[in-house]
């Protein structure tokens, strides 16, 4: 089981930017693929972006290809999530994800349904 911690979240305007930080416990989060997923109220939790084990491959979601960019640091068990061009409708809660993938370093996992590790959540709020 992994802890994961997020950071960085809080009010921004339309227009600006935000960066999440998600720290976890793993003693080789290098095996780990990991996630940024979002929630809004009466919404679904939806794949914001996501990365694989090794960093090198990564997928977005249609609705912030070009203003958000997923990243890790291996070496400082840590993954982020660089928001800009924040809109409102980008507002909800964000969330950390992580699953063991040691046989796949290159893989993405999209999918919610196969992440078994989440962080608690961190509040994102755009104002218009």
């Known amino acids: 089981q992994v802890q994961l911690a997020e950071s960085g979240g809080g009010l921004a305007q339309t227009g600006g930017s935000l960066r999440l930080s998600c720290a976890a416990s793993?003693?080789?989060?290098?095996?780990?693929?990991a996630g940024w997923f979002r929630q809004a109220p009466g919404k679904e939790r939806e794949l914001v972006a996501a990365v694989s084990p090794s960093g090198g491959n990564t997928d977005y979601a249609e609705s912030v290809k070009g203003r958000f960019t997923i990243s890790r640091d291996n070496a400082k068990k840590s993954v982020y999530l660089q928001m800009n061009s924040l809109k409102p409708e980008d507002t909800a809660v964000y969330y950390c994800?992580?699953?063991?993938?040691?046989?796949?370093?290159?893989?993405?996992?999209?999918?919610?349904?196969?992440?078994?590790?989440w962080g608690q959540g961190t509040q994102v709020t755009v104002s218009s």
């Open positions: 793993a003693r080789t989060f290098s095996t780990y693929a």
């Open positions: 994800a992580a699953v063991y993938r040691v046989l796949l370093p290159t893989a993405v996992v999209g999918a919610a349904a196969l992440y078994d590790n």
